[in-house]
C-alpha cells in the first residue's frame, strides 16, 4: 500500500529538481553570453555598493521566504483538507534555505549600516 502522507511531501522536492535545476543552468548560461558581450561593446563593469546591496536584499527577502514556504506549505495543505506531514527532509531543507536568506538579510543590514557611517567608498566587499 502506498503512504500518501510521503507521496505528497516529495512534490516540493521532486518540482524543485524538475524546474528549479533546468532554471538554474538557463540563468547560469545567459551570465556566460553576457560576459564576452560586454566585454566586446567595451561596457565597464559598474557595481556600485547600492547594486549589490539590492541584490543581497532581494535574495535574501527570496531565500527567507522560499524557506518559510516549505516550512509552513504542509500546515496550509493540512488546514485545506490534505492529508499531508512535514517530513523531516523537508524541514531540515526548508531550515537551511531560511537561514541562507536570513544570514543574507544580515548582511545587507550589516553593510547598509556600515556604508551610512563610512566616509567615500570605503566598502568594497565583493
Known sequence: MINRCNLMTD???????????????????????????????????????????ERRLTSGLFLSLAGASIVTSPAIARIAGMEVGLTFELLIMGIVILSAG?????????????????????????
Do not use: H, Q
Open 11 to 53: 512534490w516540493p522536492i521532486i518540482l524543485l529538481i524538475m524546474e528549479g535545476i533546468p532554471f538554474l543552468a538557463f540563468v547560469y548560461y545567459l551570465e556566460y553570453k553576457k560576459k564576452p558581450r560586454l566585454l566586446d561593446l567595451d561596457v565597464p563593469k559598474d557595481d556600485s555598493l547600492d547594486v549589490r546591496l
Open 102 to 126: 536570513l544570514a543574507m538579510l544580515l548582511g545587507y543590514g550589516i553593510l547598509k549600516g556600515r556604508s551610512a557611517y563610512s566616509s567615500g567608498d570605503a566598502l568594497e566587499f565583493k
